[in-house]
């Protein structure tokens, strides 16, 4: 079994740790935060990890009310710029706690007196000693290029601080329960990804689309395919694509809309209908196949039994998607070329 393979079947166990590790520290951080009167979230992330930032963000809106920006490094670490974080709650997060312009972040967030975490998968790192609060994903060595389990580990943790916020049990209840949810759904979905390996083997690039909690990972599942395949991929939110975007596409030219059921399935209808109108190869990836047309494919997800935690779901799709379809392409995932497991950015 190769790595890539090996580290997506690991998920479950590693989720299973971020969630029981941190617990004690993300009741704390919450409670500072809050006797502080913290009303906003800075996340600060590159590659994979903003990626897992952006679906936090739309959790902390939607459960807690707090508004979240994404950080922008270089103003920092390019510029020179001074950025007032004082009065922030700001969370550094990256698999090896080695990037060196999200590390410069913190350390500017804390010498202005912020709440600093750091996400990690090295308790031992710069950016977790550098943090107030160091957050351990717990995945275990993650040796290939592809990174997986330390994705869903980070949403995990974002989206617990973000429920612990919240104080919403029902949430947290869910999180829980995830691990199995996600090692059943990883076995469900095996032998429908088999079959799109080998039916999409040849193709030279796609588009995928999301809205909401399907935004981000129509991001991760186009850098999935695009870093282990080398094919051109992108994500979009589908209400961007609507404005511009869809000119690109060609008959047969394949797309995939990710269609959780939940808020976004009317967005979802509107764009299939788009996509149907210029002869565009349709795969939609669901957790409810009524809500599919007849013409269209389609790959089913189990139910994450809530939108919020759907993102958990559809991203197996295109991990164990890219996986396979190396295999029947004759590639070695972990031969990257220009990329690094661990890229340093400053």
Same mark, same amino acid.
């Given at each position: 079994? =190769?790595?890539?393979?090996?580290?997506?079947?690991?998920?479950? @166990?590693?989720?299973?740790?971020?969630?029981?590790?941190?617990?004690?520290?993300?009741?704390?951080?919450?409670?500072?935060?809050?006797?502080?009167?913290?009303?906003?979230?800075?996340?600060?992330?590159?590659?994979?990890? !903003?990626?897992?930032?952006?679906?936090?963000?739309?959790?902390?809106?939607?459960?807690?009310?707090?508004?979240?920006?994404?950080?922008?490094?270089?103003?920092?670490?390019?510029?020179?710029?001074?950025?007032?974080?004082?009065?922030?709650?700001?969370?550094?997060?990256? *698999?090896?706690?080695?990037?060196?312009?999200?590390?410069?972040?913190?350390?500017?967030?804390?010498?202005?007196?912020?709440?600093?975490?750091?996400?990690?998968?090295?308790?031992?790192?710069?950016?977790?000693?550098?943090?107030?609060?160091?957050?351990?994903?717990?995945?275990?060595?993650?040796?290939?290029?592809?990174?997986?389990?330390?994705?869903?580990?980070?949403?995990?943790?974002?989206?617990?601080?973000?429920?612990?916020?919240?104080?919403?049990?029902?949430?947290?209840?869910?999180?829980?329960?995830?691990?199995?949810?996600?090692?059943?759904?990883?076995?469900?979905?095996?032998?429908?990804? !088999?079959?799109?390996?080998?039916?999409?083997?040849?193709?030279?690039? @796609?588009?995928?689309?999301?809205?909401?909690?399907?935004?981000? =990972?129509?991001?991760?599942?186009?850098?999935?395919?695009?870093?282990?395949?080398?094919?051109?991929?992108?994500?979009?939110?589908?209400? !961007?694509?609507?404005?511009?975007?869809?000119?690109?596409?060609?008959?047969?030219?394949?797309?995939?809309?990710?269609?959780?059921?939940?808020?976004?399935?009317?967005?979802?209808?509107?764009? =299939?209908?788009?996509?149907?109108?210029?002869?565009?190869?349709?795969?939609?990836?669901?957790?409810?196949?009524?809500?599919?047309?007849?013409?269209?494919?389609?790959?089913?997800?189990?139910? @994450?039994?809530?939108?919020?935690?759907?993102?958990?779901?559809?991203?197996?799709?295109? *991990?164990?998607?890219?996986?396979?379809?190396?295999?029947?392409?004759?590639?070695?995932?972990?031969?990257?070329?220009?990329?690094?497991?661990?890229?340093?950015?400053?």
């Amino acid at each position: 079994m =190769i790595n890539l393979e090996k580290e997506i079947r690991e998920q479950p @166990a590693a989720i299973e740790r971020a969630l029981g590790g941190n617990r004690k520290k993300i009741k704390e951080l919450v409670a500072e935060a809050k006797n502080r009167g913290i009303k906003s979230v800075y996340f600060c992330a590159r590659g994979t990890s !903003d990626h897992a930032c952006i679906a936090a963000q739309y959790v902390f809106g939607i459960v807690a009310g707090i508004p979240c920006a994404l950080g922008t490094p270089s103003v920092f670490t390019k510029y020179g710029a001074r950025v007032d974080l004082s009065e922030q709650l700001v969370i550094g997060v990256s *698999q090896s706690g080695k990037a060196e312009d999200v590390l410069a972040v913190l350390r500017s967030a804390r010498s202005d007196g912020a709440i600093t975490v750091a996400v990690t998968n090295d308790e031992s790192s710069p950016m977790a000693k550098e943090a107030e609060y160091s957050l351990f994903c717990g995945a275990g060595p993650e040796v290939s290029i592809a990174a997986t389990k330390t994705f869903t580990s980070q949403m995990a943790i974002l989206f617990s601080i973000a429920a612990e916020w919240a104080g919403d049990i029902g949430l947290l209840n869910i999180l829980s329960g995830l691990p199995e949810k996600v090692k059943e759904c990883i076995d469900y979905l095996a032998p429908q990804i !088999d079959r799109f390996a080998n039916k999409y083997r040849d193709i030279k690039g @796609a588009v995928i689309l999301g809205r909401g909690m399907a935004y981000p =990972i129509a991001l991760e599942g186009a850098l999935k395919m695009l870093e282990t395949n080398k094919i051109s991929m992108k994500g979009y939110a589908i209400s !961007d694509f609507h404005h511009g975007p869809i000119a690109q596409i060609k008959p047969n030219d394949p797309v995939f809309v990710i269609e959780p059921s939940g808020k976004t399935e009317d967005d979802v209808v509107s764009i =299939i209908e788009k996509l149907r109108g210029v002869s565009a190869d349709i795969i939609v990836v669901t957790d409810d196949p009524s809500l599919v047309p007849d013409d269209c494919e389609k790959i089913v997800t189990l139910s @994450a039994g809530c939108e919020l935690v759907s993102p958990f779901m559809t991203v197996l799709v295109f *991990q164990l998607l890219a996986c396979r379809m190396t295999e029947v392409r004759g590639i070695d995932p972990e031969v990257a070329g220009v990329i690094n497991k661990i890229t340093i950015t400053k």
